[in-house]
Each structure stands twice: as structure tokens, then as C-alpha cells.
């Protein structure tokens, strides 16, 4: 095209982020990372969304609330930021008060915001070995550099965190984020440990970087202990954590935050540029929050969840047998797959996606090199009887894929 050497240098960094469409029709499709719509409160949205209306008049249809004026531009409506940081504050013991929430269109703008205001050319953002691909994108784009460290059955294995500092600034370098999902971490599903959490913490104070919490599922538990959050351990002002309503509730409300002392949120504020999220949805959610509806919800959504990873688990267990390894899941949509070398995987993945099999490859995640192969299988928003006919079928297609002996 006549206009490709008009792009900006961040332009060139590849092609979009985009799933492509399949050339065949999904029929069990364990692919995107989607709420149950089962668990949809549409009778609840859609009565709250008419009283937000019937109750604020045109000005739910504004930018923002004139009695609160042009804050809302950027941080969002003040009375959702209010109610999500008494919720903090009750479950994390944090209480920042609105000032210290800015609201988003999901959490991927609050991670791009967050990489906005923090990353310049040549930092250093540490992540997971294998992460959110979204995130390091955004890193990447304001010219930062990726470096992972590797993930065992404890999540980030933060005890290599000091060496890889020590590398880094042999080489002229600072680390300025680390970039973490220490709760049900996606793709694997593990939990970074306590002793692992306050070691992180501490290396932020030491080494004077900030911490940037992904957190957007940890309100998805449905077995095991809570543990406590990054930002329930900082003293500091160095963790900022997002969250959002379309993995707790329904995706297409598009409405997530960052939530942190109000310094460490003001960066972000500063570079957003959209005129803030929609004021009728916000409304629409701190309405939902002010019923009393959220944590039902979750409850609900969560005991919903937890059955249908038993039933994954099971299944994985019973049909693939010991071609697969895989950690049960306690919380959150997916279960990561390692396949194992007796199967002919690249075989194998194009037979599944022949006969409508789709879930994520777990190379879209790994951010180094890893002869090993993975699946990350989504069960959150499929029906239980797909569940059970997709993944027998798999494991049928993985027997048919052992590689013979010469």
C-alpha cells in the first residue's frame, strides 16, 4: 500500500492482536476466555439500566455528571469509583477512596494506560514466562523490553527477581514494572505463594520499581483459600491492581479499573486521552453494587464455574488419559494443557480444528522459547454437554496422534 511508509515506527510492531475467524464452524469451542452467559443478570441489567434513566434523566447520557464536573472526563463516574473502592477497602483492607480509582474500558485500556504512564524507551518490564499477550504488547509499544521470569506450581518464581535486576543494569537498563497475575494466572492457573507475594513487595522497595497487579479474576475462587492480594501487602504506594466487570459479571459492559494510591494512578490519568468510559454503564453498575447484587452474582457464577472445571478435569482424565498433564484449577475459566511428546501435536491441533475443536495454542502466551506443548482450554462460557463431547473427542484424536514407534 502507497501509505505503509507513512506509519508510525510502533505501527511496525506486527500485526493486530486480532483472533482470526476459524475456516471451519467451532462446535466445541474451549477458545476465548468468556463469563457463562447462564450467568448473565440480564433481568437485573436491563430493570437497572432503565431506572439509571428514569432516575438521573439526560444526564446519564452526558460525558460526565455536571454536579461532579469535568474529573469524570478522565477518571470516570465518581459514584462506581466510590463503590468499587469501599469494596477494597472491605476485602483488601485499602482503602483509597475514589481518587484513587479511574475507570476503563476493561482492564486491557487500564493495562495500556498503566504502560502509558509508566514505561519509556528502554525500560525493563519483568512478566511471567507465559502471559497475558495484550499486556507485553503495550509494554512493548511504548518501547519498553519484555524479560520473564519462569513459572513453577508457586506462580512467578520472584526468588530469580534480584539476578535479573543485576543483569539488567549490567547492561545500562532499570526493571520499572513487573507485570504480574499472581492470582489464577493466565494461562496456567497458578497462585503465587504468600512467602513469594511479600518477596515481591519487598524487591519493589528495594529496587524501586512498581508493580502492576492483574487481578481480574480473583474474585472468580471456587475452592481453596483466599490469599492475600499484592496491593493488600503494600505498604508503599508501588502496587497498582486492575479489575473488571466483564470477567465478574458480562464482557460486553466493557467497564474496568485500576485501583492504587492516588499518586500512582495519576500517571495514568494523565495520558488518557478518550474522554472517560459511559456514563450510563458506570451508573448501570454502581446501581448493581448499591442492591447488593454483586457478590450473589459472584457467588453464584463461581459455584457455576467450579463445576464445570471438575467436569473438564474429569474428563481430561478419564478420555486423554496420560497424553495430557494439567493442575486442577481452583478459580477463574481455564485449565492449561501440556501435551504430552508421545503425540504429534502439530497432527493432532490440525485434526482438532478440522472436526471444530478451538482452544488458545500456548504459544499466543510464552514469551520464550519452549519446546514443550501447551493448550490453554477455556470451560467458563460452554455448555456442560460440550465440555464433555469436546474434550472426549480430543482425547480420541490425541490416541489417533501417538507417534509410532520406528
Given at each position: 500500500m502507497p501509505v505503509d511508509h507513512l506509519r508510525a515506527q510502533a505501527a511496525h510492531?506486527?500485526?493486530?492482536?486480532?483472533?482470526?475467524?476459524?475456516?471451519?464452524?467451532?462446535?466445541?469451542?474451549?477458545?476465548?476466555?468468556?463469563?457463562?452467559?447462564?450467568t448473565y443478570p440480564v433481568a437485573d441489567l436491563a430493570r437497572l439500566a432503565r431506572k439509571v434513566l428514569d432516575e438521573g434523566g439526560p444526564e446519564v447520557l452526558d460525558y460526565f455528571d455536571p454536579k461532579v464536573g469535568y474529573e469524570e472526563l478522565i477518571f470516570g463516574y465518581r459514584g462506581l469509583?466510590?463503590?468499587i473502592a469501599d469494596r477494597v477497602g472491605a476485602k483488601q483492607g485499602k482503602d483509597f477512596g475514589a481518587d484513587g480509582v479511574i475507570l476503563t474500558s476493561g482492564s486491557v485500556q487500564g493495562l495500556a494506560l498503566a504502560m502509558a504512564g509508566y514505561i519509556d524507551a528502554g525500560d525493563v518490564v519483568v512478566a511471567e514466562a507465559s502471559s497475558f499477550p495484550y499486556a507485553l504488547r503495550y509494554a512493548t509499544m511504548q518501547g519498553g523490553e519484555i524479560r520473564t521470569l519462569a513459572i513453577d506450581d508457586n506462580g512467578m518464581v520472584v526468588e530469580d527477581l534480584d539476578a535479573l535486576i543485576v543483569a539488567v543494569r549490567s547492561e545500562g537498563k532499570r526493571v520499572k514494572m513487573v507485570y504480574t497475575i499472581p492470582t489464577f494466572q493466565t494461562p496456567t492457573g497458578t497462585e503465587m505463594s504468600v512467602p513469594r507475594r511479600k518477596m515481591l513487595i519487598e524487591a519493589a522497595r528495594r529496587h524501586d520499581f512498581i508493580i502492576v497487579e492483574d487481578a481480574v479474576y480473583s474474585d472468580l475462587r471456587f475452592s481453596g483459600e483466599p490469599l492475600p492480594s499484592l496491593l493488600s501487602l503494600d505498604d508503599d504506594g508501588r502496587v497498582i491492581q486492575c479489575g473488571s466487570f466483564s470477567k465478574m459479571v458480562a464482557p460486553a459492559l466493557r467497564m474496568g479499573w485500576?485501583?492504587?494510591?492516588?499518586k500512582a494512578i495519576e500517571p495514568l490519568a494523565i495520558m488518557r486521552q478518550d474522554?472517560?468510559?459511559?456514563?450510563?454503564?458506570?451508573?448501570?453498575?454502581?446501581?448493581?453494587?448499591?442492591e447488593g447484587l454483586l457478590e450473589p452474582h459472584l457467588e453464584r457464577a463461581c459455584d457455576l464455574y467450579g463445576?464445570?472445571?471438575?467436569?473438564?478435569?474429569?474428563?481430561?482424565?478419564?478420555?486423554?488419559?496420560d497424553f495430557v498433564k494439567f493442575r486442577m484449577p481452583q478459580g477463574s475459566f481455564y485449565i492449561w494443557v501440556e501435551i504430552d511428546d508421545r503425540v504429534d501435536w502439530d497432527a493432532a491441533s490440525a485434526r482438532a480444528a478440522r472436526e471444530g475443536i478451538f482452544f488458545r495454542p500456548g504459544e499466543r502466551f510464552t514469551g520464550v522459547p519452549d519446546?514443550?506443548?501447551?493448550?490453554?482450554?477455556?470451560y467458563g462460557h460452554v455448555k456442560e454437554e460440550v465440555i464433555a463431547d469436546g474434550i472426549k473427542r480430543l482425547g480420541s484424536i490425541l490416541r489417533d496422534c501417538v507417534r509410532r514407534a520406528a
Amino acid at each position: 500500500m502507497p501509505v505503509d511508509h507513512l506509519r508510525a515506527q510502533a505501527a511496525h510492531s506486527g500485526p493486530p492482536l486480532f483472533f482470526p475467524d476459524p475456516e471451519i464452524p467451532a462446535i466445541y469451542n474451549f477458545d476465548q476466555g468468556l463469563a457463562a452467559p447462564e450467568t448473565y443478570p440480564v433481568a437485573d441489567l436491563a430493570r437497572l439500566a432503565r431506572k439509571v434513566l428514569d432516575e438521573g434523566g439526560p444526564e446519564v447520557l452526558d460525558y460526565f455528571d455536571p454536579k461532579v464536573g469535568y474529573e469524570e472526563l478522565i477518571f470516570g463516574y465518581r459514584g462506581l469509583r466510590g463503590r468499587i473502592a469501599d469494596r477494597v477497602g472491605a476485602k483488601q483492607g485499602k482503602d483509597f477512596g475514589a481518587d484513587g480509582v479511574i475507570l476503563t474500558s476493561g482492564s486491557v485500556q487500564g493495562l495500556a494506560l498503566a504502560m502509558a504512564g509508566y514505561i519509556d524507551a528502554g525500560d525493563v518490564v519483568v512478566a511471567e514466562a507465559s502471559s497475558f499477550p495484550y499486556a507485553l504488547r503495550y509494554a512493548t509499544m511504548q518501547g519498553g523490553e519484555i524479560r520473564t521470569l519462569a513459572i513453577d506450581d508457586n506462580g512467578m518464581v520472584v526468588e530469580d527477581l534480584d539476578a535479573l535486576i543485576v543483569a539488567v543494569r549490567s547492561e545500562g537498563k532499570r526493571v520499572k514494572m513487573v507485570y504480574t497475575i499472581p492470582t489464577f494466572q493466565t494461562p496456567t492457573g497458578t497462585e503465587m505463594s504468600v512467602p513469594r507475594r511479600k518477596m515481591l513487595i519487598e524487591a519493589a522497595r528495594r529496587h524501586d520499581f512498581i508493580i502492576v497487579e492483574d487481578a481480574v479474576y480473583s474474585d472468580l475462587r471456587f475452592s481453596g483459600e483466599p490469599l492475600p492480594s499484592l496491593l493488600s501487602l503494600d505498604d508503599d504506594g508501588r502496587v497498582i491492581q486492575c479489575g473488571s466487570f466483564s470477567k465478574m459479571v458480562a464482557p460486553a459492559l466493557r467497564m474496568g479499573w485500576l485501583v492504587g494510591a492516588p499518586k500512582a494512578i495519576e500517571p495514568l490519568a494523565i495520558m488518557r486521552q478518550d474522554l472517560g468510559v459511559a456514563q450510563w454503564i458506570a451508573r448501570l453498575m454502581a446501581a448493581f453494587m448499591d442492591e447488593g447484587l454483586l457478590e450473589p452474582h459472584l457467588e453464584r457464577a463461581c459455584d457455576l464455574y467450579g463445576r464445570k472445571a471438575a467436569l473438564a478435569a474429569q474428563t481430561l482424565k478419564d478420555h486423554c488419559g496420560d497424553f495430557v498433564k494439567f493442575r486442577m484449577p481452583q478459580g477463574s475459566f481455564y485449565i492449561w494443557v501440556e501435551i504430552d511428546d508421545r503425540v504429534d501435536w502439530d497432527a493432532a491441533s490440525a485434526r482438532a480444528a478440522r472436526e471444530g475443536i478451538f482452544f488458545r495454542p500456548g504459544e499466543r502466551f510464552t514469551g520464550v522459547p519452549d519446546n514443550r506443548k501447551f493448550l490453554r482450554l477455556s470451560y467458563g462460557h460452554v455448555k456442560e454437554e460440550v465440555i464433555a463431547d469436546g474434550i472426549k473427542r480430543l482425547g480420541s484424536i490425541l490416541r489417533d496422534c501417538v507417534r509410532r514407534a520406528a
